[in-house]
Nanobody
């Protein structure tokens, strides 16, 4: 069992920035693939970003150039920096860990444990 503890999020005006954090409890994630997903009201969960153990990152087209995922292995924490936020970014954001090196990083089923989620609301 892996617990992922999320923090950050909140309410921001369009064009603003927020940073989300995700920290696995009791486990080093330096060799794990991690991901970010979001779910807006009435919509299905969607892929946001993947942060691979080898340093590669991948982003959904909708956030490319605005969002950035990074890790601080010393703090055992992953971050999602979100800039130039838009009202359509409003959602609950989740981090997740893939323990077995799945190939398809954009599919939720590739991930084994999830954070509790954090609300991001962007006002127009």
């Amino acid at each position: 069992q892996v617990e992922l503890v999320q923090s950050g999020g909140g309410l921001v005006q369009a064009g603003g920035s927020l940073r989300l954090s995700c920290a696995p409890s009791g486990r080093s994630f330096s060799r794990d693939n991690m991901g970010w997903f979001r779910q807006a009201p009435g919509k299905e969960r969607e892929f946001v970003a993947a942060d691979r153990w080898n340093g590669n990152t991948y982003y959904a087209d909708s956030v490319k150039g605005r969002f950035s995922s990074s890790r601080d292995n010393a703090k055992n924490t992953m971050y999602l920096q979100m800039n130039n936020l838009k009202p359509e970014d409003t959602a609950i954001y989740y981090c997740a860990v893939d323990l077995y090196g799945s190939y398809d990083y954009s599919v939720g089923g590739s991930y084994d444990f999830w954070g509790q989620g954090t609300q991001v609301t962007v006002s127009s």
